[in-house]
């Protein structure tokens, strides 16, 4: 599949603190989603994009989809420890998702 | 609703055995998909479904794998044989519409 360059790779940031992370590609997609996976678990659909500018949330999960087509970001306010975990981005053209290699985020309570 | 169900979660096998991994996807579901995930390679598309026929399959590594589904509420992934480089864990996921895929829990497989 297509290579999706995701930032940072890890982050280890305090309990309370905003978080983001960011994901781009050098080919166009019709879809952006990011999940969550926890240890053990399949990854958890956090948000879906279909339109490119779309800005949307889900709870204090921000995502949006660029402009051009080809990168998207997710923010998370004020964190939780719970929000630990590997998050990933994914592209979509066709019925196949391209998957970013993840953002481990570690949170100092 | 229940998820995606796979099984078995764990599976630990010896070079050479055949492997059969299960997957039951969220009724009314028309998309099955299988994923691998290794610490190299990531998330990686094996095989998709689309009402039970295989639509694309190119990102199964070798002959040695195969899918199948033989009606909407089930679908395999079978390894045979085995080798210690398929150790990774093997997802399912589903989906009605375009974009949202859902995953279940994986199965984690372990050639020795």
């Known amino acids: 599949g297509q290579q999706l360059n995701q930032s940072p790779q890890s982050m280890f940031i305090q309990e309370g603190e905003d978080v983001s992370m960011n994901c781009t590609s050098s080919?166009?997609?019709?879809?952006w989603l990011w999940y969550k996976q926890d240890p053990g678990e399949g990854p958890v659909l956090l948000i879906a994009?279909?339109?490119?500018?779309e800005l949307t949330s889900n709870g204090r999960l921000t995502a949006q989809f660029g402009i051009t087509r080809k990168d998207s970001f997710l923010n998370i306010s004020a964190s939780i420890p719970s929000d630990v975990g590997i998050y990933f981005c994914?592209?979509?053209?066709?019925?196949?998702?391209?998957f970013g290699a993840g953002t481990t985020v570690t949170v100092r309570a | 609703d229940a998820g995606v169900i796979q099984s078995p979660r764990h599976e630990v096998t010896e070079m050479g055995q055949e492997v059969t991994l299960r997957c039951k996807p969220i009724?009314?579901?028309?998309?099955l998909f299988w994923y691998r995930q290794t610490m190299m390679r990531g998330l990686e598309l094996l095989i998709y479904f689309n009402n039970n026929v295989p639509i694309d399959d190119s990102g199964m590594p070798e002959d040695r794998f195969s899918a199948k589904m033989p009606n909407a509420s089930f679908s395999t992934l079978k390894i045979q044989p085995s080798e210690p480089r398929d150790s990774a864990v093997y997802f399912c996921?589903?989906?009605?519409?375009?974009?949202?895929?859902?995953f279940g829990p994986g199965t984690r497989l372990t050639v020795l």
């Open positions: 009724s009314g579901h028309d998309y």
């Open positions: 994914a592209g979509q053209g066709d019925y196949k998702l391209s």
């Open positions: 994009l279909y339109k490119a500018g």
């Open positions: 080919s166009i997609f019709n879809t």
């Open positions: 996921a589903s989906s009605q519409i375009y974009g949202e895929q859902f």
